[in-house]
């Protein structure tokens, strides 16, 4: 049984995270979260804030990322 590392890599804005998503992506990384400083913002209050639908869900459009849809 192999060992299961997770990691999480924190980026300044949506190019940077849908930069890196594609690096995992195309290296075939398992257990890697990207997400952009709001993300870890919001997860850092606790779960009391929630981050703008904007930010996070910026990567998922087409203008950004089309080949990750």
Known sequence: MTDFARRTLVVLD???LCVQRM???????QGVQVMVIDQ???RSASGFVQ???RAVYACRSKTCCPSLR
């Not at 690096?23 to 990384?29: D, E, I, L």
Request: net charge positive; proline share 0%.
């Open 14 to 16: 949506r190019l940077a």
């Open 23 to 29: 690096h995992v992506a195309r290296t075939r990384q």
């Open 40 to 42: 870890l913002a919001a």
């Open 51 to 53: 981050a703008s639908t």
